[in-house]
């Protein structure tokens, strides 16, 4: 026999109750289960905001039609007219005593809790009753039972504690009685010896299916509700969240305790002692499977089941002398707390005896502050203990599951996805049993946290990275057209999803939590945006708040530099193209590196040298793995290359650098190329990477050109200069012909100093073959000394550095 209980969603409009009904018969087809029912959505908090107005001697009529207008809407959908009349009398008759208690305590101006229990009792009672006599249409055997004649509890008003053997006995001797129906009891309310109206506390329909099925030894206890069972989090914060086929009842209790509002945890007790199976089922996915919580659970590969929060707590700190070694404060503080009836969420203690900090609820902060200063008065007078400090605004959140004590390094996961997010860790509790680990965070970060925790544990599911794109020139428009391509790839081999939430250029800005729509972000950019401001930018990406999120940099500009520090600070990672920050001094390259790892983030930067080749990468490796780096010698700049590649034989150096700029190599003015500033930076970068302190003034650059070039006053004076000085190229070019070279502009690194120049070289060097506009790059080193490690392809162009943005992204999701 089966006890089905369904909550206030489940009764709360016409067409869910005839849902309701559908799976009631389903079951009383095979053998007549019990119903508990709750009151329909919302009208206990009707009810409850009724009555504190009567006692502020306020109007509440209002709210009593709305009650009245919602049941007999119900009544008038699923009844026909001729079985009407019975039920509107009865719940007209509820209707009137409620109205007559209203009244009562609108006149006394006063609400004792034995009274509102009484008020509270009319929900269920007319959910109930109304659903019983519709069901009887089809259900011949459907009765209404009143639960509270049947539950009996102490006067605790308002959380009654359930005489559980005298409602066992009382529960069995009725259904025995009744076994032929099918019935459907009052959810919540009780009674004590005296036959006055007491409730269950929060959850208590649940409570009541539970003692049910304890008194009746039911074979399982079902919770039809609005949700598909008991999910891995918050799916209002969680996205990805996931059903749990089935969890143990510590489990269950451990989840339920912190947050998970599916089920209340003194519910399941009664289930618990007698090994009866819970099952939560959604209504109006009835096929759905739910979750089983039981004794007997299979062993699962998940590490844990769940993350439960809890959205607002306060935290109370307990610091003096005076507890160190001193027997039985603990015991004197938790017990003064007990008998004012406030409950301790969470209790830490330093090893050291020396402070206490526990976590109650908001509403509760003060009250146990006051207690304490009367309770401890001669303690704080003597300085043997502060004054307790509270502080608000946090929230708790904690991991669950029966893996934990045999699976390694889940606290290590936890706090490094923590940290990693920058989201600060004020207290840790653990239990011996280590079912459960809890952290007290700010209330602000909860749901970043949740989030990536939940990436951090269920690997099973796409690990998301939330990237903020600045910059939407060739290479931003490239970067988001190989995002758009590659997204299966790396959601089937990679576990990973990139989601844009933020795009920006200098004229319009748009975000979008969910992320943005690859497929038409610039009409969507151009039509929704907002005007752009970096600043602002920066800022709602920041008050985003979402967990492992990715600055990206498509730009040449110094202004987006001043703003990486405090991205860093944000626990935000950096990817950027923009060789400005790194090349800057050597104090702000330092700085960012020194921020980056102080926060817990990432900061790629591979495009600022050779696009989308993997030069930076390769020298970190070669450092890291102990290798020492002799010499660097290498071509970065692919203008440049291409100009000395392709400036032999007839070719002039004049034509050469003229075919350059119009096939789009160079800049507009060619010189600014050819100066060598930008092959500097590269340089530059490169010999801080290998660990040297360089400023760019310690770069020394032998100038290609002769200064009547460089110093012309226009582009087109610039091309008469350089065809005036075609001797001085042509004598270069033929000079390293006689002596079968070739002329190769080159960047080198040795014993921390740095120099730029032109240089002749044979067929033994490996820049000999270079051509087109390649970029290479040769490393001397321990290992690689007779035969230089080379790194050789295009350094330019925008499908080559966005992929190096791509690729520096990826590595960001492979941290996480």
């Excluded at 199976?277 to 096929?287: E, M």
């Excluded at 401890?376 to 608000?392: D, G, H, R, S, T």
């Excluded at 509790?429 to 544990?457: C, M, P, R, T, W």
């Excluded at 226009?714 to 079968?740: G, I, M, P, T």
Aim: proline residues 3%.
């Amino acid at each position: 026999m089966k006890i089905l209980k369904f909550g206030g969603t489940s009764v709360g409009t016409a067409e869910n109750i005839r849902t309701l009904l559908g799976i009631v018969a389903e079951e009383a087809a095979d053998e007549k289960p019990v119903v508990v029912l709750s009151a329909m959505s919302g009208v206990t908090n009707l009810l409850a905001e009724m009555a504190e107005k009567a006692e502020r001697g306020e109007e509440y009529d209002v709210f009593l039609k709305e009650i009245e207008a919602k049941h007999f809407a119900v009544i008038r959908a699923l009844l026909p007219a001729a079985a009407q009349n019975p039920v509107f009398t009865k719940l007209k008759i509820f209707f009137n005593e409620l109205e007559d208690l209203l009244l009562a305590v609108n006149n006394l101006r006063e609400l004792s809790l034995q009274t509102k229990d009484h008020i509270l009792s009319y929900g269920e009672r007319c959910s109930t009753f109304m659903v019983a006599h519709i069901a009887s249409q089809k259900l011949k055997a459907a009765i209404f039972v009143e639960g509270s004649d049947l539950i009996k509890t102490d006067n605790n008003f308002g959380q009654a504690k359930v005489d559980t053997a005298l409602s066992e006995l009382l529960i069995s001797d009725f259904y025995h009685a009744h076994a032929d129906n099918v019935l459907f009891v009052t959810g919540f309310i009780a009674s004590n010896i005296e036959g006055r109206m007491t409730t269950l506390g929060r959850g208590g329909s649940d409570y009541t299916a539970a003692i049910w099925g304890s008194a009746i030894k039911a074979s399982e206890i079902q919770i039809w509700t609005d949700v598909n069972g008991m999910m891995t989090a918050d799916p209002r914060m969680v996205r990805k969240a996931f059903s749990l086929p089935e969890l143990s009842y510590t489990e269950a209790m451990e989840l339920s305790y912190f947050g998970a509002k599916v089920i209340y945890p003194p519910t399941m007790i009664p289930a618990f002692l007698k090994k009866i199976p819970i099952v939560i089922k959604n209504t109006f996915q009835p096929a759905f499977g739910g979750t089983y919580i039981r004794s007997d659970v299979k062993t699962s590969k998940l590490p844990i089941k769940g993350i439960s929060s809890i959205n607002q707590i306060s935290i109370i700190n307990l610091t003096g002398s005076g507890m160190v070694g001193k027997a039985g404060f603990s015991g004197r503080l938790f017990s003064l707390l007990s008998r004012e009836q406030i409950n301790i969420v969470l209790i830490t203690q330093s090893s050291s005896e020396h402070s206490i900090t526990f976590a109650v609820k908001p509403s509760d902060a003060q009250t146990a502050v006051n207690f304490i200063k009367k309770e401890f008065e001669l303690e704080l007078e003597a300085k043997k203990l502060e004054y307790p400090v509270v502080e608000n605004s946090l929230s708790v959140l904690a991991i669950v599951g029966e893996n934990m004590k045999r699976t390694p390094g889940i606290s290590g996961r936890l706090f490094h996805s923590l940290g990693r997010n920058g989201i600060n860790v004020r207290a840790i509790a653990q239990g011996s049993s280590e079912y459960n680990i809890s952290v007290i965070i700010s209330a602000a970060d909860l749901s970043k946290a949740v989030n990536a925790v939940h990436d951090a544990f269920f690997t099973n599911l796409k690990r998301t990275l939330n990237i903020f794109c600045l910059g939407t020139g060739n290479i931003g428009k490239t970067l988001f057209n190989q995002l758009k391509e590659q997204m299966p790839f790396l959601a089937e081999n990679n576990d990973l999803h990139v989601k844009v939430v933020g795009i920006s250029n200098t004229r319009k800005m748009v975000f979008d939590a969910d992320g943005l729509s690859l497929d038409n972000w610039e009409a969507h950019l151009t039509e929704h945006g907002q005007a752009a401001e970096l600043h602002s930018f920066i800022q709602q990406m920041r008050d985003l708040n979402l967990p492992n999120c990715v600055f990206v940099d498509n730009t040449a500009s110094e202004v987006p530099i001043s703003f990486y520090q405090k991205i860093f600070e944000s626990s935000i990672s950096i990817v950027t193209c923009n060789k400005k920050g790194n090349s800057a001094s050597f104090a702000q390259y330092k700085s960012f590196r020194d921020t980056a790892r102080t926060f817990g983030v990432d900061f790629y930067y591979e495009t600022n040298v050779g696009a989308g080749l993997p030069i930076i990468r390769t020298l970190k490796e070669l450092m890291v793995s102990g290798d020492k780096v002799a010499r660097i010698e290498a071509i970065l700049s692919g203008t440049i290359s291409y100009i000395f590649n392709n400036f032999k034989g007839e070719a002039g150096f004049y034509e050469t650098v003229k075919e350059a700029q119009e096939l789009g190599y160079t800049e507009p003015d060619p010189r600014d190329d050819l100066n060598g500033k930008d092959f500097m930076r590269k340089m530059l970068i490169l010999a801080r990477d290998a660990g040297y302190p360089l400023e760019a003034e310690n770069v020394k650059i032998d100038n290609i050109l002769p200064d009547d070039c460089l110093n012309a006053t226009s582009v087109e004076d610039f091309y008469v200069q350089l065809k005036a000085n075609a001797s001085y190229f042509e004598d270069l070019k033929n000079r390293a012909k006689k002596e079968n070279k070739v002329l190769r502009y080159i960047g080198q690194l040795e014993n921390g100093e740095v120099s730029i120049g032109l240089q002749m070289v044979d067929d033994s060097h490996p820049f000999y073959m270079l051509s087109g506009s390649d970029n290479i790059i040769s490393f001397t080193t321990d290992r690689y000394k007779s035969r230089p490690l080379v790194v050789k392809g295009p350094g330019a162009g925008a499908e080559v550095t966005a992929a190096g943005v791509f690729a520096d992204i990826i590595n960001v999701g492979s941290n996480h």
